[in-house]
């Protein structure tokens, strides 16, 4: 039996958090962890510190990285995973207030898969998640690795 998709979520507004679980729990999307900052995503992929338990903590099968994140930034997220060859196949999806294009196009340099302004209804962030969420089940994606940990 497969499992659930599980989501990693680094965000660090707690309204854009609300939003979030809100539209998640409208698509049915029930496996998910937030992180407030790019440290904590980092942390998660290695399997560190509080993260070490997989059943508690299930290895991601994509991440939703706000690029505006304190401490370790999304950018700084997306290059870490670029820089880590066992890592850089997992789906990296940037959400975004700025639609500028240097943003747009450093993300996808440093190996995002998709960038997205973030939705500013919770409809809006419905859509685009159903969208992104069906997305990622129907895309084939490569095995990481058999220790579900990154770096």
């Known amino acids: 039996m497969a499992r659930s998709t599980h989501i990693l979520v680094a965000e660090d507004n707690p309204q854009e958090i609300f939003v979030y679980e809100h539209a ?7 496996s998910y962890t937030f992180v407030n900052h790019g440290d904590e995503a980092i942390r998660y992929l290695q399997a560190n510190g509080m993260y070490a338990d997989r059943t508690k903590f299930p290895f991601p099968d994509w ?5 505006r994140l304190p401490r370790t930034d999304g950018f700084d997220v997306l290059d870490w995973l670029y820089k880590h060859q066992e890592c850089r196949v997992i789906p990296a999806v940037a959400f975004s207030d700025s639609d500028r294009d240097q943003d747009v ?3 996808y340099e440093l190996g995002a898969n998709a960038y997205f302004l973030k939705p500013t209804g919770i409809q809006q962030m419905v859509d685009t998640l159903a969208l992104v969420d069906h997305f990622w089940k129907v895309a084939k994606s490569p095995i990481v690795n058999g220790t579900e940990r990154c770096g």
């Open 63 to 67: 991440l939703l990285i706000d690029l």
């Open 24 to 30: 998640f729990k409208r698509i049915g999307i029930s």
């Open 105 to 107: 196009r450093r993300a």
